[in-house]
C-alpha cells in the first residue's frame, strides 16, 4: 500500500527566508507525485507535479520541488517566503494499478510566516 | 471556465436526518473523488469514481454513500448522519484515464458539515 508522510504539522518562517517542506512516500515504484497549496477558507491549488524526466520541477508562485528516488522524497522549496505563502501545504502521490487511479494525501505542512 | 462546484458550502444538520452535498464538474473528467479533511489527518478519500456507474471505495466509507448517473455530478449522501462525520468535505474530478492521466485533480471550494 502506498503512504505518503510530512513529518513537520507546522512550521513558522520569516518572510524573505528560505523555505524547505518535506514529504516521503512509500511505494514500489515512482508514483505521480504533487504538492498542493490550500488558503484559509479556500479549495486545493496546484502548486506543482511530477511524472518523470527532470527531477527538479518548478511551480507556480516561485516553488519548486525535487524528487530523489534514493530517498523516496519530493521536497518542495521556496528560496524567499513571502506573507501570502502563508497556507497548507500537502504532497500527493498518484498511482494506477488495473486502470484504476488511487491517490493519497499527507497530512499536511501548515505555513506561518511572520515579519 | 474549468471548475469543480459544491453545494451547498456550509451545512448545519442533526443527527439521523439525510443529506445530500453535490458535486458538478465542467471538463468532461472521468474520474471523480470525495474526501473529508480532519485537522491533523489530512485529506482522505471516501469514494471515488472511474466512470458513469462505476462507483468504488475510498479509505473512509463507512457512513457515505454515492452516484454516478451522469459524468458530470458526482453526489455524496449521508443517509443517517451522525456528529462524528462533521468534517470538510471535498469534491475533485480530473481526467483519470488513457493519455490525460498524468494531469492534477481540480478541487471544489469545499463544503463545512456539522452534525449536531
Known amino acids: 500500500a502506498q503512504s505518503v508522510t510530512q513529518p513537520d504539522i507546522h512550521i513558522t518562517v520569516s518572510e524573505g527566508a528560505s523555505l524547505e517542506l518535506r514529504c516521503n512516500y512509500s511505494y514500489g515504484a515512482t508514483p505521480y507525485l504533487f504538492w498542493y497549496v490550500q488558503s484559509p477558507g479556500q479549495g486545493l491549488q496546484l502548486l506543482l507535479k511530477y511524472f518523470s524526466g527532470d527531477t527538479l520541477v518548478q511551480g507556480i508562485k516561485g516553488f519548486e520541488a525535487e524528487f530523489k528516488r534514493s530517498q523516496s522524497s519530493f521536497n518542495l522549496r521556496k528560496p524567499s517566503v513571502h506573507w501570502s505563502d502563508a497556507a497548507e501545504y500537502f504532497c500527493?502521490?498518484?498511482?494506477?494499478?488495473?486502470?484504476?487511479?488511487?491517490?493519497?494525501f499527507g497530512t499536511g505542512t501548515k505555513l506561518q510566516v511572520i515579519p | 471556465e474549468a471548475q469543480v462546484t459544491q453545494n451547498p458550502r456550509y451545512l448545519i444538520t442533526v443527527t439521523g436526518k439525510k443529506l445530500t452535498v453535490t458535486c458538478s464538474q465542467n471538463?468532461?473528467?472521468?474520474?471523480m473523488s470525495w474526501y473529508r479533511q480532519d485537522p491533523g489527518l489530512g485529506l482522505r478519500q471516501i469514494y471515488y469514481?472511474?466512470?458513469?456507474?462505476?462507483?468504488d471505495k475510498g479509505d473512509v466509507p463507512e457512513g457515505y454513500k454515492v452516484s454516478r448517473k451522469e459524468k458530470r455530478n458526482f453526489p455524496l449522501i449521508l443517509e443517517s448522519p451522525s456528529p462524528n462525520q462533521t468534517s470538510l468535505y471535498f469534491c475533485?474530478?480530473?481526467?483519470?484515464?488513457?493519455?490525460?492521466?498524468?494531469?492534477?485533480?481540480?478541487f471544489g471550494q469545499g463544503t463545512r458539515l456539522t452534525v449536531v
Open positions: 471538463m468532461n473528467h472521468e474520474y
Open positions: 469514481s472511474m466512470n458513469v456507474e462505476v462507483t
Open positions: 500527493a502521490v498518484v498511482t494506477y494499478s488495473g486502470g484504476y487511479q488511487k491517490v493519497t
Open positions: 475533485a474530478s480530473s481526467p483519470g484515464t488513457g493519455k490525460e492521466r498524468n494531469t492534477e485533480a481540480f
